[in-house]
């Protein structure tokens, strides 16, 4: 009976909420805010009650036209560290309940002192109280594709948006632009200031660098119409897919098993899990207080990604492993790449072994995925 109950609230919830639409693109520059803007002006024109809560220009001529004239709520302004700063006026917006709002720079962080840290978390909010919200966000910020952003442009992106909240949307659309229609865009100055120019040519602005990109974008979004035609499959059809990533100390591997391992989760709409086995070797004492910070933010990554983090004391780590995955009846295991000498590979006691050995008779998976 409460499960019944249960369930019903849940309907009644998601029938309050607010629809969700994003637009996903390569990079700065595409058309994203041009295309929100636009949006606002059919929509004013069909009498829908629209308001924008926060767009940003960059001080670009045609987005400034597009802006003129529409209804904006007046930013918040913030004292921090002696400067007055601007930002989004989340309650204005919830006091306002316009029909749709607009909220630019999703990956966003917030002014210290604000009601949530991040952007997302307002527009979450926003979304909870029934009004619908129109955003976007360029590709490098989503959290899972951080490695992958990293490995293209050099650069690692420090704001970034959880493949949860994506999976929230009822409706993505990629903004498309071919390499040479981004860079002529670029040269012509309707991205960044004149001066800025070059300096953008050499580095991120390169056409190999927007072709990687612009394929991420399109994977992307086509990897979220995939699963909300999946979701319409009825949950029984098959067998539900889970996922135990392991990590350990190792900082680096441990935040691209983690990532990647959140893309397949949710791909697959499976749920997931993160174990990290203590031994005595690592025990608080004996590791360094970096390791154990790098663990404690790798935990939080974790669960922002959506992920149930599984802490455990054991000095056997296959074991553990293995016990963990029978109990949460996953499917998949996912580890990093073997890091054993050549004894423990002809002897079988590496890691990979131990596991690949328990596995071998169930219907578990095992898989490197960095």
């Known amino acids: 009976m409460e499960q019944s109950a249960e369930?019903?609230?849940n309907l009644i919830r998601r029938s309050r909420r607010g629809k969700f639409k994003i637009y996903i693109g390569m990079s700065a520059g595409v058309g994203k805010t041009c295309r929100m803007l636009q949006e606002v002006k059919t929509l004013l024109t069909s009498g829908i009650d629209v308001k924008i809560g926060y767009v940003e220009t960059h001080?670009?001529?045609?987005?400034?036209?597009?802006?003129?004239?529409?209804?904006v709520i007046p930013r918040r302004e913030i004292f921090y560290k002696g400067k007055a700063l601007e930002e989004m006026d989340l309650q204005a917006i919830l006091n306002l309940h316009p029909e749709v709002v607009i909220v630019d720079e999703l990956a966003h962080t917030n002014i210290p002192g604000s009601k949530n840290e991040k952007r997302w978390q307002d527009v979450l909010e926003i979304l909870n109280a029934g009004i619908n919200v129109i955003s976007a966000v360029n590709i490098q910020h989503i959290e899972s594709l951080n490695e992958e952003v990293r490995q293209i442009t050099g650069i690692e992106v420090t704001e970034t948006v959880p493949d949860s909240v994506l999976a929230q949307a009822d409706e993505v659309v990629n903004i498309d632009l071919t390499a040479d229609e981004l860079i002529t865009r670029l040269k012509e100055g309707k991205i960044y200031d004149p001066a800025k120019v070059e300096t953008a040519l050499r580095n991120f602005f390169q056409s190999d660098k927007i072709l990687q990109l612009r394929e991420l974008a399109l994977k992307e979004v086509a990897s979220q119409v995939e699963r909300k035609i999946e979701a319409e499959v009825p949950k029984n059809a098959f067998r539900p897919e889970r996922f135990l990533a392991c990590i350990s100390t190792n900082h680096e591997s441990a935040r691209k098993i983690i990532r990647k391992?959140?893309?397949l989760a949710s791909y697959y709409q499976g749920r997931w899990f993160v174990a990290y086995v203590q031994t005595q070797a690592e025990n608080t004492d004996r590791?360094?207080?970096?390791?154990?910070?790098?663990l404690i933010n790798n935990f939080k990554l974790a669960t922002e990604l959506g992920a149930e983090v599984i802490r455990l004391k054991n000095n056997d780590i296959a074991a553990a492993l293995f016990e963990t995955a029978t109990q949460r009846e996953i499917t998949t295991i996912c580890i990093g790449k073997?890091?054993?000498?050549?004894?423990?590979?002809?002897?079988?006691?590496?890691?990979?072994?131990?596991?690949l050995n328990k596995v071998e008779d169930t219907e578990i998976d095992l898989v490197i995925v960095a």
Not at 59 to 71: I, M, Y
Not at 287 to 294: C, V
Not at 338 to 355: M, W
């Open 261 to 263: 391992t959140a893309r």
């Open 338 to 355: 073997p890091h054993s000498n050549l004894a423990q590979r002809l002897l079988g006691t590496s890691l990979f072994a131990k596991l």
């Open 287 to 294: 590791i360094p207080l970096a390791d154990q910070r790098h």
């Open 59 to 71: 001080g670009r001529k045609e987005t400034v036209a597009l802006l003129d004239g529409l209804p």
């Open 7 to 9: 369930y019903f609230l």
